[in-house]
């Protein structure tokens, strides 16, 4: 079945760096688009960040777009979402997905603070 693990989110300071990975199996990856979302308390689950493949065209949401960058690695079925100049409300969960599939992962949580 499909499965979806993502990893390296923690605590960073305002105007900080961090890089999401997402690790999957239980479909060939490399046939299928990849997004990832974020969740913050009290808040609906947004879509952050999308890539296709092939061809890998992204696209982001306004709120992160020319600071967050995605990408992705299909000899290791995974996608990353390489998080600069972070804000306080860029705080969350982190979840990543394939769009075809109703499968999502634990996340992985980012906290943005002082």
């Known amino acids: 079945q499909v499965q979806l693990v993502e990893s390296g989110g923690g605590l960073v300071q305002p105007g900080g760096s961090l890089r999401l990975s997402c690790a999957a199996s239980?479909?060939?990856?490399?046939?299928?688009?990849m997004n990832w979302y974020r969740q913050a308390p009290g808040n609906e689950r947004e879509s952050v960040a999308a890539?296709?493949?092939?061809?890998?065209?992204?696209s982001y949401a306004e709120s992160v777009n020319g600071r967050f960058i995605i990408s992705r690695e299909n000899a290791k079925n995974t996608v990353y979402l390489q998080m600069n100049s972070l804000k306080p409300e860029d705080a969350a969960v982190y979840y990543c997905?394939?769009?075809?599939?109703?499968?999502w992962g634990r996340g992985t949580q980012v906290t943005v603070s002082t």
């Open positions: 239980g479909f060939t990856f490399r046939y299928y688009a």
């Open positions: 890539i296709t493949s092939p061809g890998g065209i992204t």
């Open positions: 997905n394939v769009p075809q599939f109703s499968s």
